[in-house]
T-cell receptor, first 114, second 109 residues
Framework: GAGVSQSPRYKVAKRGQDVALRCDPI?????LFWYQQALGQGPEFLTY????????KSGLPSDRFFAERPEGSVSTLKIQRTQQEDSAVYLC????????????FGPGTRLTVL | RKEVEQDPGPFNVPEGATVAFNCTYS??????FFWYRQDCRKEPKLLMS???SGNEDGRFTAQLNRASQYISLLIRDSKLSDSATYLC??????????FGRGTSLIVHP
């Protein structure tokens, strides 16, 4: 079956631009996570959804970052007024239920802010 | 101090070698432990969970030492295809996993 998909795969933005990154989780997966991965580092947690509820957004680095999952399936991570330090790979992962650990990751969106 | 620490490597080993990585964690209340594998420019994928009694999956053996707060991954008979970054993952009582920065393994002919 289809895995987690993300779009766009690559995004180049000028500093100050707004960007929107999309995640299509595996159908029926309740849990959805967003991570930020800088070069040479592990994924850093940004936010977590259980269905449409955003249960944890403690990892969002600033109020320029906003995520939503209005119908409990597709999720969008929005970054306003992008800065160079936002350059990273943004990974989305889903899992079938909150008690199940294994997360299935999408291929990520590589964001470069010039 | 980071919650989950790993030696970034790279570990450079010949085919057929045995190699081991450790990962230390700071939260003594951590409950679940995992190893993920990430190939260059790809997404992480679950390699194996780590159980208290230790567990094996083919050439891979994972161990947990709660007293010293570390987990380990042993790879026997290394293959070229084992070249990747190995991410240690720790979970406490919440849904949120914490990833280490990863250990890079390069297996050469």
């Amino acid at each position: 079956g289809a895995g987690v998909s993300q779009s766009p795969r690559y995004k180049v933005a000028k500093r100050g631009q707004d960007v929107a990154l999309r995640c299509d989780p595996i159908s029926g997966h309740v849990s959805l996570f967003w991570y930020q991965q800088a070069l040479g580092q592990g994924p850093e947690f940004l936010t977590y959804f259980q269905n449409e509820a955003q249960l944890d957004k403690s990892g969002l680095p600033s109020d320029r970052f906003f995520a939503e999952r209005p119908e409990g399936s597709v999720s969008t991570l929005k970054i306003q007024r992008t800065q160079q330090e936002d350059s990273a790979v943004y990974l989305c992962a889903s899992s079938s239920n909150p008690l199940r650990h294994e997360q299935f990751f999408g291929p990520g969106t590589r964001l470069t802010v010039l | 101090r980071k919650e989950v620490e790993q030696d970034p490597g790279p570990f450079n080993v010949p085919e057929g070698a045995t190699v081991a990585f450790n990962c230390t964690y700071s939260n003594s209340a951590s409950q679940s432990f995992f190893w993920y594998r990430q190939d260059c420019r790809k997404e992480p994928k679950l390699l194996m969970s780590v159980y208290s009694s230790g567990n094996e999956d083919g050439r891979f053996t994972a161990q947990l030492n709660r007293a010293s707060q570390y987990i380990s991954l042993l790879i026997r008979d290394s293959k070229l295809s084992d070249s990747a970054t190995y991410l240690c993952v720790v979970k406490g009582g919440s849904y949120i996993p914490t990833f280490g920065r990863g250990t890079s393994l390069i297996v050469h002919p």
